[in-house]
C-alpha cells in the first residue's frame, strides 16, 4: 500500500508573471555575466589574474557566484 506523496512539478507556465519575469532576467544577467567573464579571461594575460585560469574558468559553473568572484577578486590592474 504504497501512496505517492510527491507533488507533482510546477510547470514554468504556471508560476506567477513577476516570478517568471525574475526567473528570465536572472538568467539574462548570469548568462551575460559568464560570457564577459570568459572573454576578459580569454584576452587579459596569465600574470593579470589572480590564480589558474582554468580555475576561474570552472568557477563560472557557479550560478551568481562565479561570474561575481571573477569581477571582485580575479582581475588585476592592467
Not at 500500500?1 to 539574462?28: C, D, W, Y
Not at 590564480?51 to 561570474?67: C, D, I, L, Y
Amino acid at each position: 500500500m504504497s501512496t505517492n506523496k510527491h507533488k507533482e512539478r510546477t510547470q514554468f507556465s504556471e508560476l506567477p508573471l513577476l516570478a517568471r519575469v525574475g526567473i528570465v532576467a536572472f538568467a539574462t544577467v548570469d548568462a551575460t555575466a559568464k560570457i564577459a567573464a570568459l572573454v576578459d579571461m580569454s584576452r587579459r594575460p596569465a600574470d593579470k589574474i589572480r590564480g589558474p585560469k582554468w580555475a576561474w574558468a570552472a568557477a563560472q559553473a557557479v550560478n551568481g557566484f562565479g561570474p561575481a568572484a571573477y569581477w571582485a577578486f580575479a582581475r588585476r590592474e592592467k
